[in-house]
């Protein structure tokens, strides 16, 4: 598998419309923090991401030579919590 800029970009263009974008293998969560945890956010980030891939694990094992992906993610403030969501996307050639 190859990172992809464009697929990053594209994933960004998925979290605001999912339907905009057309991919193989779609991995996305969303969490709420509290405003005052300390964990760095690439921790919180892994902390609800990190199962998803342990599920598909195989699946993405599985992808062909040529694969491109790309991940991105946003956060917001939701009262006081803070939400990220994030996906990454896959793209078979």
Partial sequence: ????N??????LDYLKSPKSVKADVVIEGEQ????DDTQLPLQKLL????PRFHKIEKDLARLP??????CNGVINKKGNKNSISAVCLYKKP
């Fill in 1 to 4: 598998m190859k990172w992809s």
């Fill in 6 to 11: 464009e697929w990053a970009n594209k994933a």
């Fill in 32 to 35: 709420s923090f509290n405003e």
């Fill in 47 to 50: 902390a609800f991401l990190q």
């Fill in 65 to 70: 030579k040529g694969t491109i992906y790309g």
